[in-house]
């Protein structure tokens, strides 16, 4: 039997069945709010406008395939998670899902930290202003010039992924003549799944320093032993596409384990917990994502509660959206170009884009939703597949949604919740350009990445 696989990743590959669709929805020309960015509706001549933009201006002015940002939305989830955590919380974007020097400056004025895992996205964050003392940077085989650039900048906090590193990290600093704020990054042995958990051996993975065998334990002795090391926590991250906070519960009781054996052995308690991000979008209307005030009061009472048991101070505790933020404010707009229908099964419906622009699909069987955005129709649902014009058979953008029978070439859909990932895991396969960021605010828009050209790839191919 074939195994799906799931939103997350591979190891999720039992949660989604394949061919995992509902039937058509009461009315093709809704827009779901769960999925679309909060400014985005329908004008009086049925065009969608986002930021009080309508799609086929966007569309003239910028071209096709493109990525369209709701920028009030962005900032408006962004305060969210910044409220909902308080001042005795920190949160980091995590720049992976999607970076560019006009969201560290707006994260930045909203008051959220930033997490990076390369140099370029440390680069990109202190271009655009960033304090470096906000940035956390991670990555599990950090070269020796980032880690240098990172110290030398003067990074909040290094987040360290292995025995090697400890040391590659102490020497560097000392090297620098400094010390420098660290955590440790642990696997627990629990991978959350979207509504489940597996709370078995999941150390088989590239990430981290298991708990199991008392290596984490080892870890932490050998940072403290370091005078150019200062150790204030320990780092956890247990998945991605995250609904269910179970998984962080079973995290939370075996990091706080942790620093109770490190209270008891060293005498000293860790200040900060890192939990790390995973929290889920709605990438479709059957998808349930909690609110940012939920998630707070869920993950702070559960490190209250193990942190009383262990008779611990509660230590400061920081989390790491990404998808949360962004994936929800941008969508993807694309002319339709070939539609063909296939007797019995589906219509497949090609786009200007593919899997060039959204890897997701193809990577993880990743659903999506999909609308006809240009106009509204009355005509008949019918089964399709969204498709890219790459030569590649597995290019599928959305793999089954439903679109009015009346679709013709040259109307302009657009795929909701691509603001993470897509943009970051683009890439010029068949040599197609990769497509701009627009951001779209109170009535104007403006590109914040702009379209690649033609030019750009020959500059880079020097013969």
């Known amino acids: 039997m074939s195994r799906s696989a799931h939103p997350a990743g591979p190891r999720h590959a039992d949660v989604l069945p394949e061919g995992h669709y509902s039937g058509p929805p009461a009315d093709l ?12 509706a329908r004008n009086a001549d049925g065009v969608v406008t986002v930021g009080g933009v309508d799609v086929l201006s966007l569309a003239e002015q910028h071209g096709t395939p493109a990525y369209i940002l709701d920028e009030a939305d962005f900032r408006e989830r962004a ?5 909902a955590f308080g001042a005795d919380a920190d949160v980091f974007y995590a720049g992976k899902a999607f970076l560019s020097r006009a969201v560290v400056r707006w994260l930045h004025e909203e008051g959220l930290n930033l997490d ?38 003067g990074v909040g906090r290094i987040v360290l992924d292995s025995f090697q590193e400890i040391v590659r990290v102490a020497h ?9 704020r660290v955590q440790i990054r642990i696997t627990v042995g629990v991978e959350a799944h979207t509504h489940e958990f597996i709370a078995t051996a999941h150390e088989d993975q590239k990430f981290g320093i298991p708990l199991a065998g008392g290596q984490a334990a080892e870890a932490v002795r050998r940072a403290l032993q370091l005078d150019a090391l200062e150790l204030v926590g320990i780092h956890s991250h247990i998945g991605s596409q995250i609904f269910d906070m179970s998984g962080f519960e079973v995290a939370a009781h075996r990091v706080v384990g942790l620093l109770k054996d490190v ?20 990438y479709t209307s059957d998808d349930d994502p909690r609110e940012p005030h939920e998630i707070a009061k869920a993950l702070t009472e559960i490190v209250t509660r193990e942190c009383e048991a262990a008779r611990l101070r509660t230590p400061r ?18 002319e339709v170009g070939t539609i063909k229908p296939l007797d019995g099964l589906r219509t497949y419906v ?26 509204t129709s009355d005509a008949e649902p019918m089964l399709s597949r969204v498709v890219g014009k790459h030569c590649e058979s597995g290019d599928i953008v959305v793999k089954d949604a439903f679109l009015p029978s009346d679709l013709a070439p040259g109307d302009l859909i657009a795929v ?42 020959l500059r880079l191919d020097v013969g």
């Open 29 to 40: 020309n809704t827009l779901d709010a769960k999925v679309w960015a909060q400014t985005v």
């Open 79 to 83: 305060r969210a998670w910044r409220t």
């Open 116 to 153: 990076v895992c390369s140099g370029g996205e440390l680069a990109t964050a202190l271009s655009a202003g960033m304090p470096a003392d906000r940035i956390a940077f991670h990555g599990n085989n950090k070269s020796g010039d980032e880690i240098r650039r990172a110290i030398d900048a």
């Open 172 to 180: 560097i600093a000392g090297e620098l003549g400094k010390r420098q």
């Open 263 to 282: 209270r008891d052995e060293h005498g000293v308690e860790l200040p900060e917990i890192d939990l790390g991000g995973g929290l889920g979008i709605a």
């Open 317 to 334: 505790i920081s989390v790491e959206p990404g998808r949360a933020i962004v994936g929800p404010t941008a969508f993807t707009l694309y």
């Open 350 to 375: 090609s786009v200007d884009g593919g899997m060039s622009d959204n890897i997701r699909t193809a990577l993880y069987d990743a659903e999506y939703s999909v609308a006809l955005v240009s106009r």
């Open 416 to 457: 909701p919740a691509t603001g993470a990932y897509c943009r970051s895991m683009a890439s010029n396969y068949n040599h197609v350009l990769r497509p701009p960021v627009v951001a779209v605010h109170e009535g104007e828009s403006r590109v914040v990445v702009r379209r690649e050209t033609e030019e750009d790839l």
